[in-house]
């Protein structure tokens, strides 16, 4: 069992920053691929904001979030993080770190979810 758990999401003014952080609590950590995904009201699906590979060489990024978004993770500390910069009103929903086996971008490929953060990025 995987459990995620996210954390620092907020709310924060347009142009601003936020530094979203899951801790996963599993000895194999280092065997999953980490993603972001996101999901805004109304929205069934959850929309791919980024993913890392087990060992941090491969990063993929939404090209909505591309050059504002940072994708990390520390295996020693089994955390993951997302550092989000220049924040947009779109951006708001709620974010969710999820742990798979392959870096996709499709969210039916992650195992295990954590309970969501929500950030809200006011104009």
């Known amino acids: 069992q995987v459990a995620l758990s996210e954390s620092g999401g907020g709310l924060v003014q347009a142009g601003g920053s936020l530094r979203l952080s899951c801790a996963a609590s599993l000895q194999t950590f280092f065997t999953y691929s980490m993603a972001w995904f996101r999901q805004t009201p109304g929205r069934q699906e959850r929309e791919f904001v980024a993913?890392?590979?087990?060992?941090?060489?491969?990063?993929n990024y939404a090209d909505s979030v591309k050059g504002r978004f940072t994708i990390s993770r520390d295996n020693a500390l089994k955390t993951v993080g997302l550092e989000m910069n220049t924040l947009k009103p779109e951006d708001t929903a709620v974010y969710y770190c999820?742990?798979?086996?392959?870096?996709?971008?499709?969210?039916?490929?992650?195992?295990?979810w954590g309970q969501g953060t929500q950030v809200t990025v006011s104009s």
């Open positions: 999820a742990a798979g086996v392959s870096a996709t971008t499709r969210d039916r490929d992650y195992n295990y």
């Open positions: 993913v890392i590979n087990k060992i941090g060489d491969y990063k």
